[in-house]
């Protein structure tokens, strides 16, 4: 397995706004319940190479979500400098903003629910990193965290530790260890332990910086004391 990429920051789409739609695992005391979106897809989505879902707004014109922001075009596709008032103001723009809104949110969740892992060193069931890998929002602050075996007694079993790069069903949890080597650990539980239970902090830094990784959690740089 090769150490996995980070995923790009692509234009919001409704693909994107489905696959955000994960339940948040309750495990410990996590971020409150993510709630469903407020606003249901619009219809009639056409999607282009560029990424982008356009929906139907109506009068031959159409919306997107461009990181973050409202796009719009005419029905002969050119990109307008503005979206017009009355498309502004119109249902489409209200759901695809309360999408945008929503997602947001959801990231926040995220990240707060990770941190919460790492700051209690909770065990984590792999099939919780199953169900949630896939989704952007909770891949950024779990990849690249220094996760660890936990046995079944409840201990962390630093031997076989690494910077999470991914999870599989069938192979286990996909780290880089110490010496920059790929593999998968058979645990069902791994822990994304506070730095100060990490033996050669030094070494893990020393790693994501020789790697150019970069950890969505304050975990490998977090001050302790």
């Not at 990109?79 to 008032?85: H, T």
């Not at 990193?129 to 075996?149: G, H, I, K, S, T």
């Not at 893990?204 to 304050?218: K, N, S």
Request: proline share 7%; net charge negative.
């Amino acid at each position: 397995m090769g150490p996995s990429q980070s995923p790009s920051d692509s234009p919001l789409t409704m693909s994107t706004v489905l696959q955000a739609a994960s339940v948040s695992p309750a495990i410990g005391a996590p971020a409150k319940t993510t709630k469903t979106a407020t606003a249901s897809p619009a219809p009639n989505m056409v999607a282009e190479g560029s990424g982008l879902g356009w929906i139907d707004a109506g009068k031959g014109y159409q919306l997107a979500l461009e990181n973050g922001k409202l796009v719009a075009r005419n029905d002969k596709g050119k990109r307008l400098s503005s979206v017009p008032k009355e498309l502004r103001d119109g249902d489409v723009a209200d759901q695809l903003e309360a999408l945008r809104d929503w997602l947001a949110e959801h990231e926040r969740e995220c990240v707060a629910t990770v941190d919460q892992w790492m700051l209690r060193s909770l065990p984590v069931p792999r099939a919780v990193l199953e169900r949630v890998w896939d989704d952007p929002a909770w891949r950024r602050p779990l990849e690249n965290a220094v996760v660890v075996a936990v046995e079944g007694d409840g201990a962390h079993d630093h031997a076989r530790a690494g910077l999470f790069r991914g999870v599989d069903a069938k192979k286990g949890v996909g780290v880089v260890d110490l010496d920059g080597e790929t593999s998968w650990l058979a645990a069902e539980r791994v822990a994304i332990p506070h730095p100060i239970l990490i033996p050669e902090l030094d070494g893990w830094r020393e790693l994501v910086t020789q790697v150019g990784a970069t950890q969505g959690i304050a975990q490998l740089h977090r001050e302790t004391y």
